[in-house]
C-alpha cells in the first residue's frame, strides 16, 4: 500500500509546546500508513533549544537556515524557494505548516508547487497560538492579518487547539467554518503523571522544607509579561514569608527581569533557573504555578503542571480558560490585576481542600484529554479524510 507522504514544517524547535507537538507527530506518523519528513528553521542564541527531543526519538530533522523568526524578504524568499524544491522532488500528499513563520512559507510554497506540478498536495495549518494580539505594531498585525486570510484561501484544513483559539481566529475572519477543525495539543505526559519526586528543587536549590514554591515556566519574552510575576511574587511573600519562588526558562528579556528583580527587592525569595530539562521532577516539587501571559494558545506549563498534580492560577487569555474546570475558573485573573493573582495564590495555597479539589478536577481530566495518543489518532482521521479527498476528486 502506498504511503501517504507528509512534509510537516515549523519556524524552529525552541522550548514550547509546538516544538514538542511537531516532533510526536512526526515520530509518531511513521509506520505503515505514513512517511513523514520535518524541517525548521534555526534557534537564535538568545532562545532554549528542543531539538533534543528529536534526537531522543531518532527524528531526523531538516534545517533551512533562511527560515527565521524575523522577517526579511530576502530570508524569506530564499525559504520558500528552498522549501519549494523540496516538495517538488519529495512530491507530499499533505504539507503540514506549524506557527506563524512556517504557515506563511510553507503554504506559500504549497501554491506554487501545485500550479508548477503535475501531482498536488493537501494543505493544512495548525495555529498553535496567534500573533494578532500583543506582538506587533497595529500596521504590522494588519499585514499578518490580510496575509492569513489570503493564505485560508488555499488551506485545506485550518487547525486549532481549543474552542476559544477556533472562535478567535474565525473571528479575525480567517477562512470558513467547514475548512477548520478543533484538535487539542497532544502531549508525552506520562512521566509527569506518574513522578512523585516532590524535593527536586528544594534539595537542588538548598531551600528550607518549610517553604511553599511558586513557580513559572516560560520562554522570557514579551508576551509572557513576566515583570507580573515578580509583582505578584512581592505581594505573596509580603503576606506569607514561608514562600519561594522560581522562574524557569530563559529568553531575551532574562537581563531585564534579573534587574526588575533587583528594583523590586524580590532576589532573596525569587531564583531564576535558566532552561531546566528535567519537567516532571520541577512541577511535582512546586506547591503552586502561576502563568501570567498577556496572549496564549494552550500553554504547555499548565497543561504539564495540572498533569503532575499541581494547582495553577492564570491569567484568562487565549485558550486558557478551556484548560479549566468550572471550579477551575475561580483560579483565573485578568492580566496586570496582580492583587487577584496574589489573592487567589494564597487562597489555594492556604486551603487543603481548595488545592485536593483543584488536583482532583484537574489531573486525570488533562492527562487523557491532551495525551499524544489521541494527537496521533484526531490527525490520522484528519490525514486520512484529506486524502480520500483527493482520490475522490481525481476520480
Known amino acids: 500500500m502506498k504511503k501517504t507522504k507528509i512534509l510537516r514544517i515549523i519556524a524552529r524547535l525552541n522550548v514550547g509546546g509546538p516544538a514538542i507537538h511537531t516532533v510526536l507527530?512526526?515520530?509518531?506518523?511513521?509506520?505503515?500508513?505514513?512517511?513523514?519528513?520535518?524541517?525548521?528553521?534555526?534557534?537564535?542564541?538568545?532562545?532554549?533549544?528542543?531539538?533534543?527531543?528529536?534526537?531522543?526519538?531518532?527524528?531526523?530533522?531538516?534545517?533551512?537556515?533562511?527560515?527565521?523568526?524575523?522577517l526579511s524578504l530576502i530570508n524569506d524568499l530564499k525559504a520558500l524557494f528552498r522549501i519549494l524544491k523540496v516538495m517538488l522532488k519529495y512530491k507530499p500528499d499533505i504539507v503540514h505548516t506549524h506557527t506563524a513563520k512556517a504557515g506563511f512559507i510553507g503554504r506559500g510554497a504549497a501554491v506554487l508547487y501545485n500550479f508548477l506540478s503535475s501531482t498536488?498536495?493537501?494543505?493544512?495549518?495548525?495555529?498553535?497560538?496567534?500573533?494578532?494580539?500583543?506582538?506587533?505594531?497595529?500596521?504590522?498585525?494588519?499585514?499578518?492579518?490580510?496575509?492569513?486570510r489570503s493564505l485560508a484561501k488555499s488551506t485545506d484544513r485550518i487547525v486549532t487547539i481549543t474552542d476559544k483559539q477556533q472562535e478567535e481566529i474565525l473571528g479575525f475572519g480567517i477562512g470558513k467554518k467547514e475548512q477548520h477543525s478543533m484538535i487539542p495539543l497532544g502531549l508525552d505526559l506520562k512521566r509527569f503523571y506518574v513522578n512523585e519526586n516532590n524535593n527536586f528543587l528544594h534539595e537542588t536549590y538548598s531551600i528550607p522544607k518549610n517553604k511553599k514554591l511558586i513557580g513559572i515556566v516560560a520562554r522570557f519574552t514579551q508576551i509572557k509579561n513576566l515583570e507580573m510575576f515578580i509583582r505578584v511574587a512581592s505581594l505573596i511573600h509580603g503576606k506569607d514569608p514561608d514562600t519561594h519562588f522560581f522562574m524557569v526558562g530563559d529568553g531575551e528579556d532574562r537581563p531585564h527581569l534579573e534587574a526588575y528583580t533587583k528594583e523590586k527587592n524580590a532576589s532573596k525569595f525569587i531564583t531564576f533557573t535558566?532552561?531546566?530539562?528535567?519537567?516532571?521532577?520541577?512541577?511535582?516539587?512546586?506547591?503552586?504555578?502561576?502563568l501570567t501571559s498577556n496572549n496564549e494558545g494552550s500553554p504547555v506549563s499548565i497543561i504539564e503542571a495540572m498533569t503532575s498534580g499541581t494547582s495553577v492560577v492564570s491569567t484568562a487569555v487565549g485558550g486558557v480558560p478551556d484548560l479549566f474546570t468550572d471550579f477551575g475558573k475561580n483560579y483565573l485573573v485578568q492580566t496586570n490585576d496582580?492583587?487577584?493573582?496574589?489573592?487567589?495564590?494564597?487562597?489555594?495555597?492556604?486551603?487543603?481542600?481548595?488545592?485536593?479539589r483543584f488536583v482532583q478536577e484537574h489531573q486525570d481530566r488533562?492527562?487523557?484529554?491532551?495525551?499524544?495518543?489521541?494527537?496521533?489518532?484526531?490527525?490520522?482521521?484528519?490525514?486520512?479524510?484529506?486524502?480520500?479527498?483527493?482520490?475522490?476528486?481525481?476520480?
Open 25 to 70: 507527530l512526526t515520530d509518531q506518523l511513521q509506520n505503515e500508513e505514513f512517511e513523514s519528513k520535518l524541517y525548521a528553521g534555526p534557534i537564535p542564541s538568545n532562545e532554549g533549544d528542543m531539538s533534543y527531543l528529536a534526537s531522543e526519538r531518532d527524528v531526523e530533522v531538516n534545517y533551512i537556515n533562511e527560515l527565521q523568526r524575523e
Open 120 to 148: 498536488k498536495t493537501k494543505t493544512v495549518h495548525t495555529f498553535h497560538g496567534h500573533v494578532f494580539h500583543g506582538y506587533f505594531s497595529p500596521l504590522k498585525t494588519k499585514l499578518f492579518l490580510f496575509i492569513e
Open 274 to 290: 535558566g532552561f531546566l530539562k528535567n519537567l516532571p521532577d520541577i512541577y511535582s516539587s512546586l506547591d503552586l504555578v502561576l
Open 338 to 356: 496582580d492583587e487577584a493573582m496574589a489573592s487567589a495564590s494564597l487562597n489555594i495555597l492556604n486551603s487543603k481542600d481548595n488545592n485536593l
Open 366 to 395: 488533562t492527562y487523557k484529554r491532551y495525551s499524544f495518543d489521541r494527537l496521533v489518532q484526531d490527525l490520522t482521521e484528519t490525514y486520512k479524510e484529506l486524502t480520500y479527498e483527493s482520490i475522490n476528486i481525481i476520480a
